[in-house]
């Protein structure tokens, strides 16, 4: 009888009626997400996916190809130059924006007056649209009547073509994407440490830690899987940067224009002006395997250096 009773399945019990109803009401709420999520990037990621074995015209009409495309790709001449532009642009903006988003949050987390107005200020880029930033950084660094040479000029040196210059035209672009990372990310890191428990900063101050020392041995580790995310938010930002290029280095005037392209914009070429969807599209799947293959190493390596706990 004893293994009878062991033997026995459990009996599983009916949903009630008014789990059914929230059930239900759960899938309502997430219906349209998934509607849109699937219309707008799940759809287009797959036809994208297809073209990129096709030679597509102009109307859509796609021929099948194999992988001339991608044989095409790896032929470019400039995939090389548009790779190496692009890490250089993540490895840069990312690691610098970080951590001026850090030192600006940790101020802000401390105990001065006007938080609220500094936040804002320093919040201020994020919602402004990129065109307009990209804009007036372009009039800042114009060589003729920019602000930036006109303080150079007055502190005695010589101005400079900062655009029209393919050594110095990226650097001002990174320059740009610093300073407009640095507010946003400031707000999650901000959020992130003020949900740190104020006990721990109590128990190292008895224990005579000084403010550096409970920065990195304590701040630091707390707010690991904040940092976590944004340097995953920000590299594949970075991976993806084209307006703030577009807009400041003009591709028809502008000479550097062709020495600073990055993946983006040689998709952008390749899409829209030349007109070969089927090419470009091999191009925007190479880059979404590179950032697939960064994104997997970096959630290799944060189990040894992000805390959860």
């Known amino acids: 009888m004893g293994?009878?009773?062991?033997?026995?399945?459990?009996?599983?019990?009916?949903?009630?009626?008014?789990?059914?109803?929230d059930w239900a009401a759960g899938y309502v709420f997430i219906a349209p997400v998934t509607i849109?999520?699937?219309?707008?990037?799940?759809?287009?990621?797959?036809?994208?996916f297809w073209f990129s074995f096709n030679d597509v015209n102009k109307?859509?009409?796609?021929?099948?190809?194999?992988?001339?495309?991608?044989?095409q790709l790896f032929q470019e001449p400039d995939l090389l130059l548009a790779l190496k532009n692009t890490l250089i642009y993540a490895i840069v903006t990312v690691p610098i924006g970080l951590?001026?988003?850090?030192?600006?949050?940790?101020?802000?987390?401390?105990?001065?007056?006007?938080?609220?107005?500094?936040?804002?200020?320093?919040?201020l880029p994020s919602v402004t649209m990129s065109v307009a930033v990209a804009l007036v950084w372009k009039l800042i660094f114009h060589s003729e009547y920019g602000i930036f040479n006109a303080m150079?000029?007055?502190?005695?040196?010589?101005?400079?073509?900062?655009?029209?210059?393919?050594?110095?035209?990226?650097?001002?672009?990174?320059?740009?994407a610093i300073w407009?990372?640095?507010?946003?990310?400031m707000i999650i890191l901000l959020a992130g440490m003020q949900g740190?428990?104020?006990?721990?900063?109590?128990?190292?101050?008895?224990?005579?830690?000084g403010p550096g020392t409970i920065f990195f041995k304590i701040t630091i580790p707390l707010l690991s899987p904040t940092i976590f995310f944004v340097i995953i938010t920000g590299m594949i930002g970075a991976f993806q940067v084209f307006d703030s290029i577009y807009m400041m280095i003009d591709p028809t005037t502008n000479p550097a224009f062709n020495q600073v392209k990055t993946m983006n914009v040689l998709f952008y070429q390749n899409a829209f002006m030349y007109g070969y969807k089927g090419y470009a599209a091999a191009?925007?799947?190479?880059?979404?395997?590179?950032?697939?293959?960064?994104?997997?190493?970096?959630?290799?390596?944060q189990k040894k250096w992000v805390n959860y706990d």
Do not use: H
Request: some cysteine.
């Open 196 to 209: 740190i428990s104020k006990s721990y900063y109590e128990a190292a101050a008895i224990d005579g830690a």
């Open 180 to 185: 407009g990372s640095v507010g946003y990310n």
């Open 99 to 123: 951590g001026l988003s850090l030192l600006v949050a940790s101020l802000l987390n401390s105990k001065i007056k006007g938080t609220s107005f500094y936040r804002t200020i320093y919040f």
């Open 3 to 21: 293994e009878e009773k062991k033997m026995a399945k459990p009996v599983k019990k009916r949903a009630s009626t008014r789990q059914k109803k």
């Open 152 to 176: 150079i000029e007055a502190l005695g040196g010589e101005g400079k073509s900062w655009l029209t210059t393919p050594s110095t035209a990226l650097g001002c672009v990174m320059i740009v």
């Open 36 to 48: 849109g999520l699937v219309i707008f990037y799940v759809y287009p990621f797959i036809q994208n």
């Open 283 to 301: 191009i925007s799947i190479f880059m979404f395997v590179i950032i697939m293959i960064i994104t997997v190493i970096q959630m290799i390596g």
């Open 59 to 71: 109307f859509n009409m796609a021929t099948f190809i194999g992988l001339a495309n991608y044989k």
